[in-house]
């Protein structure tokens, strides 16, 4: 993670934006006189808000990590996915 002061991302707003989609690494916006802001790219942002909404459920956590154990424990299945055009043809 990145950490930059507010005047030094001023400065190289663009370059800054950029390197935060393009690799993918969280920036870390030091204010003197207020909190700090991460910057990060908007589908890792959406990534985590539904990871928190799946996991603000307690019945559906506990679901989540039923799964999460059976995998780890080898009872995984291996499926083939459908393509929702085949079945026109």
């Known amino acids: 993670m990145k950490v930059m002061s507010m005047s ?3 400065a190289n707003y ?3 934006l950029d390197s935060v989609v393009n690799d993918q690494e969280e920036v870390v916006i030091t204010r003197p006189n207020g909190e700090n802001v991460v910057m990060l790219p908007q589908r890792e942002y959406e ?4 990871t928190f909404y799946l996991m603000s ?3 559906n956590r506990q679901r989540i990590s039923r799964a ?3 995998l780890d424990g080898g009872r995984g299945q291996v499926r083939e996915l459908i393509d929702a055009d085949e079945g026109d043809e």
């Open 8 to 10: 030094e991302s001023r």
């Open 14 to 16: 663009a370059a800054t």
């Open 47 to 50: 990534a985590m808000r539904e």
């Open 57 to 59: 459920s307690p019945v």
């Open 68 to 70: 999460i154990d059976q």
